[in-house]
């Protein structure tokens, strides 16, 4: 078998509104905007719906996170079970200046939890995705 390696590329997000999001992720976790383009119905027929839209393709911590726009009506992701992304998460080694940021951005923390050697915060962005800043604990 042929050893092939793999490179991480992005994680694409669907929203209902690309300037809300790109704020939100701006906001919350420092995503920062690279590019922006439109696309035609393409990219919608490749995935079994959607039509023409819009990407923004941006980066947090060395990873490029899509937000991806169509013109197609969505759903509001809910919290029942289903497959799919989980939760897009970031790293930090305090999650205390994490606190102050988001306060000061009026974006509310959706739970916190200790999940053995990492505390989590948890918000959710304007579509229902949620997303995840987590630092391990220091006694871990």
Same mark, same amino acid.
């Given at each position: 078998?042929?050893?092939?390696?793999?490179?991480?590329?992005? %994680? %694409?997000? $669907? =929203?209902?509104?690309?300037?809300?999001?790109?704020?939100?992720?701006?906001?919350? =976790?420092?995503?920062?905007?690279?590019?922006?383009?439109?696309?035609?119905?393409?990219?919608?027929? %490749?995935? &079994?719906?959607?039509? @023409?839209?819009?990407? &923004?393709?941006?980066?947090?911590?060395?990873?490029?996170?899509?937000?991806?726009?169509?013109? =197609?009506?969505? !759903?509001?992701?809910?919290?029942? @079970?289903?497959?799919? #992304?989980?939760?897009?998460?970031?790293?930090?080694?305090?999650?205390?200046?994490?606190? !102050?940021?988001? /306060?000061?951005?009026?974006? @509310?923390?959706? /739970?916190?939890?200790?999940?053995?050697?990492? /505390?989590? $915060?948890? =918000?959710?962005? @304007?579509?229902?995705?949620?997303?995840? #800043?987590? %630092?391990? /604990?220091?006694?871990?």
């Amino acid at each position: 078998m042929t050893d092939i390696q793999y490179s991480y590329s992005h %994680a %694409a997000i $669907l =929203v209902s509104d690309i300037e809300r999001s790109a704020r939100f992720y701006e906001r919350a =976790v420092g995503w920062q905007h690279e590019f922006s383009r439109e696309f035609d119905g393409v990219l919608g027929e %490749a995935n &079994a719906y959607g039509g @023409p839209g819009r990407i &923004a393709m941006g980066n947090m911590g060395g990873v490029h996170l899509q937000l991806v726009q169509m013109e =197609v009506p969505l !759903e509001t992701k809910g919290l029942q @079970p289903h497959c799919g #992304i989980f939760m897009c998460s970031v790293m930090v080694d305090d999650l205390e200046p994490v606190r !102050e940021r988001l /306060r000061g951005a009026d974006i @509310p923390i959706t /739970r916190e939890l200790d999940i053995g050697g990492v /505390r989590l $915060l948890v =918000v959710t962005d @304007p579509d229902g995705q949620e997303l995840g #800043i987590m %630092a391990m /604990r220091a006694d871990a």
